[in-house]
């Protein structure tokens, strides 16, 4: 009897088990798949990287041409050569009607009536050339910029990061133009009433557009660099030696402030008061440096003290790049980064040379585009060596 009814629990067990698997395999089957989550667009990729970063290296070799283009347009005085412009870029003359029509209006303005009016439609189509060329590559940097813009982000090339970037960089490409239309329609204004006057673009704004167009090429090299050298691993150093990176943002500051202080040089023809170095002419400080009243009109008006602003700021920038190679060479540092250290060295002394150079043979146009054309390649290197320093580290023992 015990047998039997143990035998039919058994039964029923199996019975019961086999019936809530059958039940479990029925609602398995009704679970709705769930996708695994995709990878996220906007996460840094190494390979989506480098393409980024060759494009910034690529738009910000473009500012550089354009900064090359801009100063020999200033040194052959063609900026004024164009009295219009317009967003999507003017019209270039196609036949000797239309040159003789910009010829016109060029007319009209102070530059012809004080200083070009013996130029022939000759002269004046190169002057107009040099400054076309100049817009027109302006704008090829707008679009060079705009259409990849557009297709990475549309394709998720860029993080959260970056595309702010990429607003900020837009934005000031935008900008830029507009500073430099600001900047001609100064030099097209009736202020120039006295006859000794010479119609020019005025100092402060070209300063400003000098200004913006350092700005945007470091910042495009800067992101370039980020993307396509992300930089060595955390570097231990001792206490002392951390005082290089300060040192390294300090030159990098310094080099663009003499920069810019090189376009109020540009700006007021300074480079042609004193053609002499060390001294400026008999003296080494000028009796004219304070000639202006008020006071501080001569640090932006007067050419003497504008120019020996710029001799000292050039001379500091040479110490503090020296100092830094100085202090580096016994310090443990990474390959890279003692060669960016190397090469603003060689820049420095080597753009010092052009400056003197320059100015003793008094401003010829090829060596005051190379002087130009080599304070943004200083700063190249001075965002390089801050680049490759900001991964150095003091870890205490």
């Given at each position: 009897?015990?047998?039997?009814?143990?035998?039919?629990?058994?039964?029923?067990?199996?019975?019961?088990?086999?019936?809530?698997?059958?039940?479990?395999?029925?609602?398995?089957?009704?679970?709705?798949?769930?996708?695994?989550?995709?990878?996220?667009?906007?996460?840094?990729?190494?390979?989506?990287?480098r393409t980024v970063g060759k494009w910034f290296l690529g738009c910000g070799?473009?500012?550089?041409?354009?900064?090359?283009?801009?100063?020999?347009?200033?040194?052959?005085?063609?900026?004024?050569?164009?009295?219009?412009?317009k967003l999507m870029g003017e019209h270039k003359p196609r036949n000797q009607e239309e040159w003789i029509k910009e010829f016109e209006k060029y007319q009209q303005y102070p530059e012809f009536k004080m200083k070009n009016a013996h130029i022939t439609l000759e002269e004046f189509k190169f002057i107009y050339m040099m400054e076309y060329i100049h817009r027109m590559w302006g704008r090829a940097i707008g679009a060079f910029f705009l259409v990849p813009a557009a297709y990475f982000w549309k394709k998720g090339y860029f993080c959260a990061k970056t595309k702010k970037m990429v607003l900020v960089l837009g934005t000031l490409i935008g900008l830029q133009g507009l500073m430099g239309w600001y900047m001609v329609k100064s030099g097209l204004e009736n202020r120039f009433e006295n006859p000794n006057d010479v119609p020019r673009v005025s100092q402060y704004r070209?300063?400003?557009h000098l200004a913006a167009a350092f700005v945007l090429y470091s910042l495009f090299l800067s992101n370039a660099l980020t993307k396509l050298i992300p930089g060595d691993k955390v570097v231990a150093i001792g206490k002392r030696a951390l005082n290089i990176k300060s040192l390294s943002h300090l030159t990098k500051g310094m080099v663009?402030?003499?920069?810019?202080?090189?376009?109020?040089?540009?700006?007021?023809?300074?480079?042609?008061?004193?053609?002499?170095?060390?001294?400026?002419?008999d003296n080494w400080i000028p009796d004219d440096i304070l000639q202006f009243k008020p006071l501080h009109k001569n640090i932006t008006e007067n050419?003497?003290?504008?120019?020996?602003?710029?001799?000292?700021?050039?001379?500091?920038?040479?110490?503090?790049i020296s100092a830094l190679w100085i202090l580096t060479r016994r310090q443990q540092l990474p390959k890279r980064a003692r060669w960016a250290i190397n090469a603003a060295m060689?820049?420095?002394?080597?753009?010092?040379?052009?400056?003197?150079?320059?100015?003793?043979?008094?401003?010829?146009?090829?060596?005051?585009?190379?002087?130009?054309?080599?304070?943004?390649?200083?700063?190249?290197?001075?965002?390089?060596?801050?680049?490759?320093?900001?991964?150095?580290?003091?870890?205490?023992?």
């Open positions: 009897m015990w047998r039997l009814l143990s035998q039919r629990s058994k039964q029923l067990k199996v019975q019961f088990s086999s019936r809530r698997l059958q039940q479990a395999v029925v609602e398995t089957s009704h679970v709705k798949h769930i996708p695994s989550r995709p990878p996220a667009l906007n996460t840094s990729n190494p390979k989506t990287d070799g473009m500012v550089f041409v354009a900064v090359g283009l801009g100063g020999v347009t200033r040194l052959t005085e063609s900026g004024l050569s164009m009295v219009t412009w070209l300063a400003s663009f402030l003499t920069a810019i202080s090189g376009a109020f040089v540009a700006g007021l023809d300074a480079g042609l008061v004193y053609n002499s170095f060390p001294k400026m002419g050419p003497t003290t504008v120019q020996f602003n710029h001799r000292i700021l050039g001379i500091s920038t040479v110490s503090l060689v820049m420095a002394w080597t753009q010092a040379t052009l400056g003197v150079t320059t100015l003793l043979n008094y401003v010829p146009v090829p060596l005051a585009t190379a002087h130009q054309s080599g304070s943004l390649l200083l700063l190249s290197f001075a965002v390089w060596v801050s680049h490759e320093l900001r991964f150095l580290k003091y870890l205490p023992k």
